[in-house]
């Protein structure tokens, strides 16, 4: 009798390291793919205030201009979201500065730049994409038994999605 209980208890003890074994794992899996996501995001993030750097000191040199993008940027602390959100609103109005000059034409060096500003943009967006998709998929994991147990040991927490201010705003309004 004695020994079905130790028995039983050995089992029960495997079991629970089994189960936690494989939540660790499972949890691990998604921040690998979260972290390589935002060193992704961080690359492109770099390219674009680059190029961005680059098209506001000619359009500052060569145009009669009164656009301010790029001017927050000091106000930038190593916060991805916030250099995100202010390289979206600096591509937007060179985007609408672009529209207005319907006589400007841009020598080969813009258009090249211009262009690589644009596939990096949409490079930046299927990246936080995949990262949006991975993060929602985390935090419905970590929010579960034995997750969630697991999460608090590991001191892991759930994260916070890129999030374009129009996107809440659009999805604000559409629930409504």
């Known amino acids: 009798m004695v020994f079905i209980i130790i028995c039983g208890i050995i089992v029960l003890v495997a079991l629970i390291l089994l189960i936690t074994q494989i939540s660790h794992r499972n949890l691990s899996i998604f921040n690998i793919k979260i972290n390589e996501a935002e060193k992704e995001i961080e690359t492109l993030l770099g390219q674009k205030l680059s190029l961005l750097s680059d098209l506001y000191k000619h359009f500052s040199e ?6 301010q993008f790029l001017c927050n940027l000091e106000d930038v602390d190593e916060d991805e979201f916030k ?5 979206n609103n600096a591509y937007k109005e060179l985007k609408n500065f672009l529209e207005d000059k319907h006589n400007y ?18 490079e930046c967006i299927a990246v936080k994409n995949y990262y949006n998709d991975q993060v929602i998929e985390y935090n ?32 604000i309004l559409k629930k409504k």
Do not use: M
Request: glycine share 0%.
């Open 62 to 67: 060569k145009e009669d201009t009164d656009f």
């Open 140 to 171: 419905k994991v970590i929010s579960r038994i034995p997750n969630n147990i697991v999460a608090k040991f590991s001191h892991l927490a759930k994260k916070e999605l890129y999030n374009d201010p129009e996107e809440v705003e659009f999805e």
């Open 105 to 122: 034409i841009p020598s080969d060096d813009i258009k090249t730049k211009l262009n690589d500003l644009y596939q990096c943009e949409i």
């Open 83 to 87: 250099l995100n959100t202010i390289l």
